[in-house]
């Protein structure tokens, strides 16, 4: 972790911003190992020791864990805390550009004519993860695996959307899991061709596809794994939907490695789908990186203009949603690697009849 703050002090002199005030939660996880709430607290950096600024509901737990080249400041008035330590040089502040106006405007007032916004230095830097967080990763993604494996053999007609999502919800925890990353999505019969349909009361039903959607936290990095399945036979048009889907995830896959352009990672899966037919049926961008965050740069879609590196974690996830009828996504976790990929999901991906 030490050398993560060395590395963004090294970006910032190339980016010619010579402070640097951090809000971001995740960012101040990667920089500072600070797991407070967001709000709580920022950090300084300069050419100096960076400090850290949070108040004395942490101070116990960040005295042994702070990175030994981060200081330690408590009170409970961040920003001003902040500004006196900067006092002392007239020279720019950087920013994330993410931040809220109304700290924007608090930043401003203690630091007139001082501010510029930078956009993604310290999130060009968690892209790339190094060989910890990549363990960290694989074990996440294990657990969901497993889980999903689980599930089909609890899972029943008859049971309710939520109660799907609770069952998760507990075996994750009881394996070791933090806490979800975002709302389990389970959606079956028609509502699978809601892309985010949120586990309500409907009971599962004979010939429904079931759309689950689900991505825990283990020692801070998240997972994201989706999977369609059937109880009973849910026609010929939703499982040639299945295996279109299946078929242009398999294509996507294959067209990440180091350096891959995302809009052709994107186009892989994108275009086979349209020429299957089903391209108005599928709206959404093919995928993301995860890590601390649940979506992470770069973003998948017809618009990204940016590249995939070795190391980065990316998921893969295009749909067909048919409304009325029912949707399918399948959605892994991918390590790009410098020849090619790694699938670091490993639940089953063909379609699943129950």
């Keep these: 972790m030490n050398n993560r703050v060395e590395q963004f002090q090294q970006l910032m002199q190339q980016n010619n911003v010579n ?9 101040l996880i990667y920089l500072a190992n600070f797991h407070g709430l967001a709000g709580d607290g920022c950090m300084v950096v300069s050419n100096q020791h960076p400090v850290l600024i949070t108040d004395s509901r942490y101070e116990l737990e960040m ?17 001003s805390t902040a500004a006196q330590i900067l006092q002392d040089n007239n020279e720019n502040v950087g ?7 109304k700290t924007y405007k608090k930043l401003n007032q203690l630091l007139p004519n001082r501010l510029v916004a930078k ?14 967080e990549l363990s960290i990763l694989t074990k996440s993604t294990k657990l969901v695996s497993e889980a999903y494996q689980a599930l089909l053999d609890y899972v029943h007609i008859g049971l309710t959307e939520k109660e799907v999502s609770l069952w998760l919800y ?31 009361d409907k009971k599962l039903e004979q010939g429904d596809l079931v759309t689950v959607d689900f991505g825990f ?28 889907v299946l078929d242009a995830q398999s294509k996507m896959i294959h067209a990440m490695h180091d350096g891959a352009d995302c809009k052709r990672v994107d186009a892989a899966a994108r275009d086979y789908i349209t020429e299957q037919g089903f391209g108005k049926y599928f709206g959404h961008g093919s995928g ?22 070795e190391s980065y974690v990316m998921t893969a996830e295009p749909g067909i949603y048919l409304p009325d009828k029912g949707g399918i996504r399948i959605e892994d976790d991918v390590l790009v690697q410098k020849n090619g990929q790694k699938v670091l999901t490993t639940a089953p991906k063909e379609l699943i009849i129950l």
């Excluded at 920013?95 to 106006?101: D, G, H, L, Q, R």
């Design 119 to 132: 956009d993604g230095l310290i999130e060009n830097l968690r892209d790339r993860k190094d060989r910890e």
């Design 19 to 27: 402070n640097f005030i951090i809000t971001n939660q995740f960012n």
């Design 95 to 101: 920013f994330e550009s993410s931040i809220n106006f």
């Design 217 to 244: 936290y283990y020692d801070d990095y998240t997972s994201d794994m989706t999977r369609t399945f059937a109880l009973g036979d849910p026609g010929n048009e939703l499982k040639r939907a299945y295996q279109v």
């Design 288 to 309: 993301h990186s995860i890590g601390l965050d649940i979506h992470e740069t770069p973003i998948l879609n017809p618009s990204c203009s940016n590249k995939i590196f």
């Design 63 to 79: 005295k042994e864990k702070l990175p030994e080249n981060v200081d330690l400041k408590i009170t409970r008035d961040y920003y």
């Design 170 to 200: 507990n075996w994750m925890l009881n394996h070791g899991a933090q806490k979800p990353s975002f709302d389990t999505i389970v959606a079956s019969g028609y509502r699978s061709a809601l892309p985010h349909g949120d586990a309500t």
